[in-house]
Each structure stands twice: as structure tokens, then as C-alpha cells.
């Protein structure tokens, strides 16, 4: 339970006089996975997506949902920044979760996958166990466009994977795979000996399987790992602190003026109001000329040309030094 890893052995015990048990209706039944993000709840079931708010965890409420059927027997949720990446019977799905209570579906943003389980999303990297076929590496750069970038399957060792959890070693980078029959795999993924650029921020992987661990019946999951320094989630609640010190990680409001316009309504304090997302685009130089994908030509900013600064003539000082006074010689 990653929710008592807190150091503290005496705190690993759950009490049925303080558990709460949810499930309105019946909706929440059949529940396949359940992602945490800050303090709402990302859980699928059969019928598609609930968001939860847990904020008081005594008294949890289904906050939002997608469940129009866009999701086909959903598997696995995963949040990272705006989205949400989903399995589900057609492979892997990509949602928006801008307003992390209204997930909004992107139709142009599936890979097909035959056999799509479990997943983790690693910075622009996804991996997902995709059953006979191996683990499915797809690029998310631009979540909206994402593209497969690999099949690996290790030459068809990895015929039966069901999870994976990502961690990294010192400047190397693996994949923990739950190959079902197979046991559990080890696939070495960045290391600075076989990607160039490995110290980069997200460079490509170049799987490797380096081990493997025989299990006594068939490996169906790997447990996630426990994120160390200073971390805050995704309502800008801080996790843990192994450790350190130092400055502590921003609050909600303040991540969101990296990506979204501020507008301030009149009144005593000036009350900030969520604006619109900031948007790029791609550029191409073509000719010593800069043209947006959009058509726009991109001129440089004049640069002010700066003043001629008047040259400075020495000038006598206005007290006349004192004289050094001439040692009395001695007799």
C-alpha cells in the first residue's frame, strides 16, 4: 500500500472501523485500476472512467466521468501533466484532463494495440505490456500525435507481458516487465554506454533484456516505486522528503502560470481567474526566413540601439590631497 510507505513501520495497518467503502450505485463495481493525482481518484471500470475527489477521504464523490463509450473495457489509467493515457480494448487511448474533473476524448490520439495492459508514462515515452507482441514503446511528445516508436520483444523472449514499472539506477534507466509464464524481466532501456545523449532530458531507449527472474507462478504485476526528494502532486500537495532540504515545490496556482494565461477580475484583491492555454508552434528556416506551420512569417524584434555614452574627462578633485607628512630623522 503505497499510501503507509512513509518510514514509519508501526503505521502499516488498516482499521475496518476507518475504512470507507464506496461505490454509488453500483457504478464503481468490476473496478480494473485506480491512478492517483493529488486528490482526485482516476479509477477504470468495464463502463469506462470516474474521476473521484477524495480531498476528504472520509467522504470521497464521483467528481466527473467519461463513460460515453469512447473507452472500450478500460485496463489501466496513467496521469501525466494534462492527460490522462488509457487501455483499453483497442490499445492505448489519450483524453485531456485540462479541467482534471472533465476528461475530454481525442479520437486522433489511439495507437492500436492488440493486447494493451498495464502501462507507465515516463516523461515522452509510454510503455505498455502489450500481452504475445512484447512491450510497445510509443513516442507522446505531442500527446495529441502520438506514434508507436517500437515493438520490442527481445527476439521473442517477451511473448506474455501483462505490467511494467519504469525506474532508473545512478544515469542508467530500466523497465521491470511482469511476463506472465516468463517471470519477471529486466530490460535495460538508457544507459550512457548504449544511448548517446543518455543525460539528456528524454532521449530514445534502446531496449536491452539484460535479466531475467523465474517466478513460481505466472508474474501478473510489478509493484511502483517510491519517488524520492522533493515531490508535489498534481494538486500541488507535497508527497515526501527523504532527507533534504531546501526550497519547497510549487502549489497548484503557481504551476499553472507556466501554461495558462492569468486574467484578474476588479475588486479588493484583484481575484485571479484561469485563462487560456499557451500555445507554440513548430517553426522551419527556410532562406534566412522563420515561418510558423501556420504561414506566419516571424520578423526579429528590433533591438534598441543604444545611446552614445560621453566620453569622461578626468577631473581635479574638488580637496586638495593632504601632504604626507616627512619623517623627523632621528639623532
Same mark, same amino acid.
Given at each position: 500500500?503505497?499510501?503507509?510507505?512513509?518510514?514509519?513501520?508501526?503505521?502499516?495497518?488498516?482499521?475496518?472501523?476507518?475504512?470507507?467503502?464506496?461505490?454509488?450505485?453500483?457504478?464503481?463495481?468490476?473496478?480494473?485500476?485506480?491512478?492517483?493525482?493529488?486528490?482526485?481518484?482516476?479509477?477504470?471500470? +468495464?463502463? @469506462? &472512467?470516474?474521476?473521484? $475527489?477524495?480531498?476528504? !477521504?472520509?467522504? %470521497? =464523490?464521483? #467528481?466527473?466521468?467519461?463513460?460515453? /463509450?469512447?473507452?472500450?473495457?478500460?485496463?489501466?489509467?496513467?496521469?501525466?501533466?494534462?492527460?490522462?493515457?488509457?487501455?483499453?480494448?483497442?490499445?492505448?487511448?489519450?483524453?485531456?484532463?485540462?479541467?482534471?474533473?472533465?476528461?475530454?476524448?481525442?479520437?486522433?490520439?489511439?495507437?492500436?494495440?492488440?493486447?494493451?495492459?498495464?502501462?507507465?508514462?515516463?516523461?515522452?515515452?509510454?510503455?505498455?505490456?502489450?500481452? +504475445?507482441? @512484447? &512491450?510497445?514503446?510509443? $513516442?507522446?511528445?505531442? !500527446?495529441?500525435? %502520438? =506514434?508507436? #516508436?517500437?515493438?520490442?520483444?527481445? /527476439?521473442?523472449?517477451?511473448?506474455?507481458?501483462?505490467?511494467?514499472?519504469?525506474?532508473?539506477?545512478?544515469?542508467?534507466?530500466?523497465?521491470?516487465?511482469?511476463?506472465?509464464?516468463?517471470?519477471?524481466?529486466?530490460?535495460?532501456?538508457?544507459?550512457?554506454?548504449?544511448?548517446?545523449?543518455?543525460?539528456?532530458?528524454?532521449?530514445?531507449?534502446?531496449?536491452?533484456?539484460?535479466?531475467?527472474?523465474?517466478?513460481?507462478?505466472?508474474?501478473?504485476?510489478?509493484?511502483?516505486?517510491?519517488?524520492?526528494?522533493?515531490?508535489?502532486?498534481?494538486?500541488?500537495?507535497?508527497?515526501?522528503?527523504?532527507?533534504?532540504?531546501?526550497?519547497?515545490?510549487?502549489?497548484?496556482?503557481?504551476?499553472?502560470?507556466?501554461?495558462?494565461?492569468?486574467?484578474?477580475?476588479?475588486?479588493?484583491?484583484?481575484?485571479?481567474?484561469?485563462?487560456?492555454?499557451?500555445?507554440?508552434?513548430?517553426?522551419?528556416?527556410?532562406?534566412?526566413?522563420?515561418?510558423?506551420?501556420?504561414?506566419?512569417?516571424?520578423?526579429?524584434?528590433?533591438?534598441?540601439?543604444?545611446?552614445?555614452?560621453?566620453?569622461?574627462?578626468?577631473?581635479?578633485?574638488?580637496?586638495?590631497?593632504?601632504?604626507?607628512?616627512?619623517?623627523?630623522?632621528?639623532?
Amino acid at each position: 500500500m503505497a499510501t503507509l510507505v512513509d518510514g514509519n513501520p508501526d503505521n502499516n495497518f488498516l482499521k475496518e472501523s476507518e475504512t470507507v467503502r464506496f461505490n454509488p450505485n453500483g457504478a464503481l463495481t468490476d473496478a480494473t485500476f485506480v491512478a492517483a493525482a493529488g486528490h482526485r481518484l482516476y479509477l477504470t471500470t +468495464p463502463r @469506462g &472512467l470516474y474521476v473521484i $475527489d477524495v480531498s476528504d !477521504p472520509t467522504h %470521497p =464523490r464521483i #467528481a466527473g466521468e467519461l463513460t460515453n /463509450g469512447f473507452l472500450k473495457n478500460p485496463r489501466c489509467v496513467a496521469i501525466q501533466f494534462r492527460y490522462g493515457f488509457i487501455t483499453d480494448d483497442q490499445g492505448l487511448k489519450i483524453v485531456d484532463l485540462t479541467e482534471p474533473t472533465r476528461p475530454i476524448p481525442l479520437p486522433r490520439a489511439t495507437i492500436i494495440l492488440n493486447h494493451a495492459e498495464r502501462l507507465y508514462v515516463a516523461r515522452t515515452y509510454a510503455y505498455i505490456a502489450n500481452g +504475445p507482441e @512484447g &512491450l510497445a514503446i510509443v $513516442d507522446i511528445e505531442n !500527446p495529441e500525435r %502520438p =506514434r508507436l #516508436a517500437q515493438m520490442f520483444n527481445a /527476439g521473442g523472449a517477451l511473448n506474455d507481458t501483462r505490467a511494467v514499472q519504469i525506474g532508473s539506477v545512478s544515469a542508467s534507466q530500466f523497465a521491470l516487465v511482469a511476463d506472465g509464464r516468463n517471470g519477471l524481466r529486466v530490460v535495460q532501456l538508457i544507459s550512457p554506454d548504449t544511448v548517446a545523449g543518455a543525460q539528456g532530458f528524454s532521449p530514445r531507449p534502446n531496449p536491452k533484456l539484460i535479466a531475467t527472474y523465474p517466478t513460481k507462478g505466472e508474474t501478473i504485476c510489478v509493484s511502483r516505486g517510491l519517488e524520492r526528494d522533493r515531490v508535489v502532486d498534481e494538486t500541488g500537495g507535497q508527497t515526501v522528503v527523504f532527507g533534504r532540504r531546501g526550497s519547497r515545490p510549487f502549489h497548484l496556482d503557481e504551476m499553472e502560470r507556466f501554461y495558462r494565461r492569468s486574467t484578474f477580475a476588479e475588486g479588493k484583491d484583484f481575484e485571479r481567474r484561469k485563462g487560456e492555454l499557451y500555445r507554440v508552434e513548430d517553426v522551419t528556416l527556410s532562406g534566412g526566413v522563420l515561418t510558423t506551420k501556420g504561414g506566419e512569417v516571424l520578423s526579429p524584434l528590433a533591438m534598441p540601439t543604444p545611446s552614445p555614452q560621453p566620453m569622461m574627462l578626468p577631473v581635479e578633485p574638488e580637496v586638495e590631497p593632504s601632504p604626507i607628512p616627512t619623517p623627523t630623522p632621528k639623532r
